[in-house]
Structures are given as structure tokens and as C-alpha cells.
């Protein structure tokens, strides 16, 4: 049985909660906007790199613990800034220790950030994207009506949350919690470039959080014009949506494929910079029975990506009402799995976390909005 905290009523709000959208949320801002906005005060450069210490080095959100900052100066930037994190609507923790939190933002909206801890490693999955527009067609939250692009503080906000919850302040202690970033929660990351690249310069700052760019993983459905200026600019590890090898049924599943074919993909992938044995591409492959995991599609997987640096992941796909679809039988994707590993794969079936609460891909915000494809409503332009 999931274990679930009592779901806080909408007017139980924390302190440390700010209403007050005047305020400006520091946890969106980088350490030059930072110095910019306190410029602007009449403060000086200083400044910024303290309040950013204290922010994003020892998670504080109230200005009166940070005890360098002068006292008069503590009212005035409570009067301008806040660094309040997402409030979350809902919480639940599995029996194998996966957490999820529902988060409730500013407007209302709502979306999903899940802890998914691990012998080795501890692992938040974030979301970029409240829904998304690209209605894969093996994907729920591609049918969520609601879409928007979350803003830089609201990606931040998701990870600072879970570092308060999970006890990992100051950030980079020993035997701390959260070890790995995977953006892998709604949306599509490079539909909504410029905010994760942001947040994920915040996070990856040294004087910060300061988690590494090898620490970080973020997986598109294949969004090439955007894939160069990625990696270039962030370097963080690439993972990739693929689940199909022949362009017909790519078209299908992963429909952003009409646009950016599997032959652009291919090649916006080799061009990632860095790729070695030691950083590989992954390859995410979800196991539709009867749809793509026949041997045939194993082979032509290993033929597709060979002499690419690659992992393979295997996602054994989660079912959800109306989908259409079906989990492919444990057999077939032993079958797939040992063509794949006598290609020189490893170990490249996903076990699925947290199902007891629903955490695992393509199910998250699952109870909150449930749309056919007939209701679904994208915002117009997004998919250019
Ligand atoms: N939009 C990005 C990141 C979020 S989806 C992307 O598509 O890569 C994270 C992963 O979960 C993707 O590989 C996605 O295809 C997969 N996924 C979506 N729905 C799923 C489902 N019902 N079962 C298993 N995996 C699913
Ligand atoms: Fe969007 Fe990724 Fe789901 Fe496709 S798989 S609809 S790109 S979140």
C-alpha cells in the first residue's frame, strides 16, 4: 500500500510561502541578474554573491538567518525578493522509497517532480513543462488539456523543495540525498529552452547547489534545431526518446518525428559534444506489445545507433485507461533485451519505480487530468 501524507487543505499555507507576486523569486535569477537587480537598490556586487551562498549553498528562504547581511538590509530585500519554494499540493511516498510531490505553482497550475532513490544514487526527476504539446501517442501526459512552459524558479523550485524535504542542505554535503538530475517529468525540455537552460546553470553553479553537468541528464523526444545549442551551451547528458527504429512508426508514436526524421536525429546525437564510453547517449525505448518489440525492431536498434557511445534503456511501457496500448509480454522484452546485449549493451531493462503511486513515466499529474485525444486542446504555435 502507497503510503500518502494527509493532502494539506489549499488555505493551509506554509510560511515560508509567499503570495505576494510582486516580490521577484530569487531562485529564477542567476548570480549576474542577481547583482543586476540589487544594482538597482543601490546595493553593491557583494552582495549578490552572499545572498546567493545563502540561497543556494545552505537552502535558506528567510532573510533574518542570513546573518552577514546587515540588519536594515534584511527588511528591504524581503520587501523585494523572496526565495519561496513551489507549495505542494500533494505528496506520496511508495514502498520502495520513491517520493512524489505534486506541486502547486503560482497560477494554480499543477506539476510533478519525483525522487526515485538507488543503491548507488538518488535521483530527482524534474519536469520542465506543466503538460505537453506533443501528444506522443503512448504518453499521458501528452493528453493534459492545460500546457504551459515553467518558468526558470518553478524548475529550481522543484529541486530546491525536494533538497529541503530529503535533508540535503548545506548543498554538496556527504551522503547527501540527491545526487542526479534526470529532466524526465513533463514537458518537453528544449520546447522550453531558455528556462531550463537557466535553471540548470543555477543549479550547476559552483558557489551553489553546484551539481555537475555529468550529473545531469536530460531526455528529448528529438527537438533537433534546439539539440546543438544544448549541448554546446549546457554539455549536461543527452538522452533520447526513440522508441522506434523505421520512420513510419516513429511518425506515429513520437509524432514530432513528421518534423525531425530519425536520419536528422541521428546526426544532431553524434554532434553532442563530449560523447565517449564514459558519457554515452541514452537511448529510452518503451516496450509496446506487438508495436515495436518484435527481434526484428531489436536488431535494427543495434544496426540504427551503432558506433554511437550508447545505453539502452528498455521501459517496460505504463499503462493508463484508453491508451490503446499494452505492456509488452516479460518473454519479449527478455527476447529484445538479449539481442540488444549481445550487441554490447548492458543491463537495459528499466525497472519500473514508485507504481504503487503512480510515479513512473508517462503516468505523472495521472490522477489530476485524464482527456482523450478527442478533448486534447494544444496551444497553438508551440510546435511551430
Ligand atoms: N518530453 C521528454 C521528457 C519527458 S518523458 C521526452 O519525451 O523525452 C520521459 C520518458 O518517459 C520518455 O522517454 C517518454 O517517452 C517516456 N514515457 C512516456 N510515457 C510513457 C509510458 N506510458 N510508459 C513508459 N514510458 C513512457
Ligand atoms: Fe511530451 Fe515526452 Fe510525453 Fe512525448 S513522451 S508527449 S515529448 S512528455
New binding site residues.
Given amino acids: 500500500m502507497p503510503v500518502t501524507d494527509p493532502i494539506p487543505a489549499a488555505s493551509e499555507t506554509p510560511a515560508h510561502f509567499s503570495p505576494d507576486k510582486s516580490l521577484i523569486s530569487l531562485l529564477g535569477l542567476e548570480k549576474a541578474d542577481l547583482q543586476a537587480a540589487l544594482a538597482e537598490l543601490g546595493l553593491p556586487k557583494f552582495r549578490a554573491g552572499q545572498i546567493w551562498r545563502w540561497v543556494f549553498r545552505h537552502g535558506l528562504s528567510d532573510f533574518n538567518e542570513m546573518t552577514d547581511l546587515a540588519k536594515p538590509l534584511r527588511p528591504l530585500l524581503a520587501s523585494h525578493f523572496h526565495a519561496d519554494r513551489p507549495l505542494v499540493s500533494r505528496r506520496q511516498q511508495s514502498v520502495d522509497g520513491t517520493i512524489k510531490w505534486l506541486v502547486r505553482l503560482a497560477d494554480g497550475q499543477e506539476a510533478e517532480t519525483v525522487y526515485i532513490p538507488d543503491r548507488d544514487r538518488g535521483t530527482l526527476c524534474i519536469s520542465?513543462q506543466v503538460g505537453?504539446t506533443?501528444n506522443?501517442s503512448?504518453?499521458?501526459?501528452g493528453t493534459q488539456r492545460l500546457v504551459r512552459n515553467l518558468a526558470a524558479e518553478e524548475i529550481v523550485g522543484q529541486i530546491m523543495l525536494a533538497m529541503d524535504e530529503l535533508g540535503d542542505w548545506p548543498a554538496g554535503k556527504e551522503n547527501r540525498r540527491l545526487t542526479n538530475i534526470v529532466?524526465?517529468?513533463?514537458?518537453?525540455?528544449l520546447y522550453n529552452y531558455e528556462q531550463v537552460a537557466k535553471a540548470m546553470k543555477i543549479i550547476m553553479s559552483g558557489e551553489g547547489v553546484g551539481l555537475s553537468r555529468r550529473r545531469i541528464t536530460l531526455?528529448?523526444?528529438g527537438i533537433v534545431p534546439e539539440m546543438e545549442r544544448c549541448g554546446a551551451e549546457l554539455g549536461v547528458n543527452l538522452?533520447?526518446?526513440l522508441?522506434a527504429v523505421r520512420d513510419g512508426l516513429r511518425d506515429e508514436l513520437?509524432p514530432i518525428n513528421r518534423k525531425y526524421n530519425l536520419a536528422q536525429l541521428l546526426e544532431a546525437v553524434r554532434g553532442w559534444p563530449g560523447l565517449s564510453n564514459a558519457r554515452r547517449v541514452t537511448w529510452?525505448y518503451?516496450m509496446l506489445k506487438g508495436v515495436n518489440d518484435s527481434e526484428q525492431d531489436a536488431r535494427a536498434l543495434v544496426k540504427l545507433i551503432a558506433g554511437i557511445p550508447s545505453k539502452i534503456n528498455l521501459?517496460?511501457?505504463?499503462?493508463?485507461p484508453g491508451?490503446g496500448y499494452e505492456t509488452s509480454a516479460a518473454e519479449q522484452i527478455e527476447k529484445f533485451a538479449q539481442i540488444v546485449m549481445k550487441a554490447g549493451y548492458a543491463s537495459p531493462v528499466r525497472t519500473p519505480r514508485g507504481r504503487d503511486i503512480l510515479a513512473?513515466?508517462?503516468?505523472l499529474k495521472s490522477d489530476s487530468v485524464r482527456l482523450r485525444k478527442s478533448q486534447q486542446v494544444t496551444v497553438a504555435g508551440w510546435q511551430g
Fill in positions: 520542465s505537453c506533443l506522443c503512448f504518453c499521458h501526459t529532466l524526465m517529468g513533463m514537458g518537453e525540455p531526455s528529448t523526444s538522452a533520447i526518446s522508441h513520437v529510452e518503451v521501459i517496460p511501457f505504463n499503462p493508463w491508451s513512473a513515466c508517462g503516468q
